[in-house]
């Protein structure tokens, strides 16, 4: 067993790792979600959660001038912060200046969205949330030494994974040991 001293420390911050419910979010909009963090530094922290699909399409949704290819898109509930905020991630096979992961950026800006999706780019990616989840200066810092999140690597892999309701348990079987068994637990517990 390791003592305080001997417990890893967080990395100071997260910009481009993926959180993970680590089994104590339970009864939170949080359980078993996997958050990109998008943006983290001295003034908090931004993140979207990437296994939540909405039950309606883009188009359905957002009264914008989009491409018909991003309006056939699946929504994401990106968090519980602003749930009328519109964000996105968008990847392609060269994308200089992105700013969560290389070749990985996200925006607001409905003009830059368009422009995204009338892009002829055999390798654009792009995914649409609806609100975000938010941390203030020092939160979630405090949540990752508290072990209410686990952290991963994030790759654009796994940010685009089209099976979205299995992402979280299949990130935790790949780790392995405790986190396979806690991907095979039921939701709830009473009845196991």
Known sequence: MQTIEQMPKPPKYLRG????????????FFHRTVVLICQHDAE???????????????????????????????LFIGG????AALSYLHSDDFLPGAKVLENLDYGHSLDELS?????????????LFAGYAGWSP??????????????????????????????????LRAKGGYYRMLATMPDDLSVN
Do not use: Y
């Not at 790792?17 to 939170?28: A, F, H, M, R, W």
């Open 80 to 83: 519980p912060v602003q749930p």
């Open 138 to 171: 020092g939160q979630l810092e405090d949540e990752v030494r508290r072990s209410a999140w686990l952290t991963h690597p994030a790759t654009i892999d796994l940010v685009f994974d089209n099976t979205p309701a299995e992402l979280w348990k299949n990130i």
């Open 17 to 28: 790792k993926l959180l993970l419910d680590g089994g104590n979010l339970q009864g939170s």
């Open 115 to 127: 422009d995204i999706g009338s892009s002829l780019s055999p390798g654009k990616k792009v995914r």
């Open 44 to 74: 908090g922290a931004f993140g979207l959660v990437l296994n939540r699909p909405a039950t309606t399409k883009v188009g359905e949704a957002l009264v914008a001038d989009l491409p018909d290819s991003l309006k056939e898109l699946s």
